[in-house]
């Protein structure tokens, strides 16, 4: 038997401390806590997937739908 190995290779979008640092408040899903960075889309799909089931999911989403109303976790919401 052959084995199919198939290789994925996944970029995490890195923020570095000196980089978030430099963000505006604006930049993130909770400005006053300065949580959840979502300057670019893959730190707002990141901030949706770590925010569900928590307090501030509500509230993280409404912000990233406004910043990236074409994201699939948007797309459905607004059908």
Do not use: W
Not at 12 to 37: E, G, I
Not at 43 to 59: D, W
Request: charged share 30%.
């Amino acid at each position: 038997m052959k084995s199919n190995d198939i290789t994925v290779t996944i970029e995490a979008a890195v923020l570095k401390s000196k980089k978030r640092k430099s963000l505006p408040s604006t930049s993130f899903a909770l400005p006053s806590q300065r949580k959840y960075p979502i300057h670019d889309r893959s730190h707002a799909a990141n901030a949706l997937a770590r925010s569900k089931g928590k307090p501030e999911e509500r509230t993280v989403k409404a912000a990233v739908c406004k910043r990236y109303p074409d994201l699939p976790a948007c797309k459905a919401t607004n059908k």
